[in-house]
């Protein structure tokens, strides 16, 4: 599946990929891919990585309602409880399987957050 990210492509990859009852979702970003836009604001890239990768989950035939784990990744530990606070807000029902790892920082330094999950079909 693909979002129409330009970096999918160049760097040889998909979104997501379904791959017998499971759809693996790649490493998401904050980046409203219709803009090419990325806020500042580490929860309001946690909210644009959550709906692109609910758009991929559609498209593969599963919703964020079977996340079954998530992992967060950011560049500071003080971008931990927004992006938490949002994981809440549009997981809260689901209660996936979650980790969240503090990293040394992105390829593009205004990335603060990167999301990859694993839905069930």
């Known amino acids: 599946m693909s979002t129409g990210s330009p970096f999918e492509r160049a760097y040889g990859y998909s979104r997501a990929v379904r791959e017998g009852g499971l759809v693996f979702v790649s490493g998401t970003t904050g980046y409203d891919y219709a803009t090419m836009v990325m806020p500042d604001d580490a929860g309001e890239q946690a909210r644009n990585a959550l709906a692109t990768i609910a758009a991929a989950l559609s498209e593969a035939g599963s919703h964020l309602s ?7 990744f950011v560049s500071d530990r003080a971008f931990c409880e927004p992006v938490l606070a949002v994981a809440g807000e549009v997981l ?10 503090v990293v040394t920082g992105f390829l593009p330094p205004e990335m603060k957050v990167e999301t990859e999950i694993t839905a069930a079909l």
């Not at 079977?66 to 967060?72: A, E, F, P, S, T």
């Not at 809260?92 to 790892?101: D, T």
């Open 92 to 101: 809260g029902e689901v209660r996936p399987a979650m980790s969240i790892y």
């Open 66 to 72: 079977r996340i079954c784990r998530v992992q967060y």
